[in-house]
């Protein structure tokens, strides 16, 4: 089974401008939830999405976006960056919406400049 | 302020020693997991404990759960190199598919 896996692996944007993320789930995962790692920190929740519809949300502003598609994969969209997006953004699926295991792909590093 | 506070936030320590990692909070978690995530990588689940007093086993590692639930521990015994990394831990609270997590501990195992 294929794991999860993120793109671009590394980014850099300037303030202002918009950036879009994307995973694909592990193989038999229908839910995807996406975290913000910033240096030196422990991952915060920015939101899950299960089965196309979005499951919850962290204390994140509009400006933080997503969508899963019906093959679950999903994306996630900044708008107007701003220096301090800049992070270690994490995927990760699971079979389930809460409790269960996380799987996480390698995460996706976004320089603000 | 964390919902789950980790301590100490770095440990460096020789090869054969023994440590304990801390998770805290004032908050009953229904379940807390453990992570290791190494440079450039993301987290990988260690353990999952769930009810309150529980210890797991994983070779050298052991994994505590508080009688409340509130709290929990990590202890590695004759640590080695290859256990550096920033272990994290992370709770669910009841009926809530929201992950809270520790800001995790940095491990270095010096040879």
């Known amino acids: 089974e294929t794991g999860v896996t993120q793109s671009p692996t590394h980014l850099i944007k300037t303030r202002g401008q918009q950036v879009t993320l994307r995973c694909s789930s592990q193989?038999?995962?229908?839910?995807v939830s996406w975290y913000q790692q910033a240096l030196g920190q422990g991952p915060q929740f920015i939101f899950q999405?299960?089965?196309?519809?979005?499951?919850g949300r962290g204390n994140f502003p509009p400006r933080f976006s997503g969508l899963q598609f019906p093959n679950y994969s999903s994306e996630l969209n900044v708008n107007a960056l701003e220096l301090d997006d800049s992070a270690l953004y994490l995927c990760?699926?699971?079979?389930?919406?809460?409790?269960?295991?996380?799987?996480f792909g390698e995460g996706s590093r976004l320089t603000v400049l | 302020t964390q919902l789950l506070e980790q301590s100490p936030q770095f440990l460096s320590i020789q090869e054969g020693e023994n440590l304990t990692v801390y998770c805290n909070s004032s908050s009953v978690f229904s379940s807390l997991q453990w992570y290791r995530q190494e440079p450039g990588e993301g987290p990988v689940l260690l353990v999952t404990v769930v009810t309150g007093g529980e210890v797991k086993k994983l070779k050298r590692l052991t994994f505590q759960f508080g009688d409340a639930r509130k709290d929990s521990s990590l202890h590695i015994t004759a640590a080695q190199p290859g256990d550096t990394g920033l272990y994290l831990c992370a709770g669910y609270m009841d009926s809530n598919y929201q992950l809270i997590w520790g800001a995790g501990t940095k491990l270095i195992i010096k040879p």
């Open positions: 990760a699926s699971s079979f389930r919406t809460g409790g269960g295991e996380l799987f």
């Open positions: 193989s038999g995962h229908n839910t």
């Open positions: 999405y299960y089965r196309e519809e979005e499951n």
